[in-house]
């Protein structure tokens, strides 16, 4: 499952009329800070930049799950793991699923959230 709708749909719960506005607003920075974040992740880290791509990873995994975007948050916690384990041989191989990932999450989500 690309998107587990539950995460979002829980703020209908208790936002009531609210929530779908509120859900549009998380989406919104979702896609906007994510393609920040992917300019990050994009390309294997160096010595020089691993504190960023770790970040960087740590950031896109609360943020996909918060938008229940689970596929993708799983993988960006295991780039933060093994970038934070400086297994840097073992991240370049992940990232094309990474940007692969995002690319079908957002689309999933536009299509369920439009």
């Not at 690309?2 to 998380?26: G, H, P, W």
């Not at 948050?73 to 934070?84: F, V």
């Amino acid at each position: 499952m690309i998107i587990d709708t539950s995460v979002l749909d829980a703020y209908r719960d208790f936002m009531e009329e609210d929530a779908d506005e509120f859900i549009q607003e998380i989406l919104d920075d979702f896609y906007q800070n994510s393609q920040i974040l992917l300019k990050t992740l994009s390309s294997p880290p160096t010595a020089e930049n691993i504190e960023e791509f770790v970040r960087a990873a740590h950031t896109l995994k609360s943020t996909s799950a918060t938008v229940g975007a689970t596929k993708l948050s799983e993988l960006a916690a295991t780039l933060e793991e093994k970038s934070k384990a400086k297994a840097l041989d073992e991240i370049a191989p992940l990232l094309p699923k990474l940007l692969s990932l995002y690319a079908e999450a957002e689309a999933k989500l536009k299509e369920i959230y439009a």
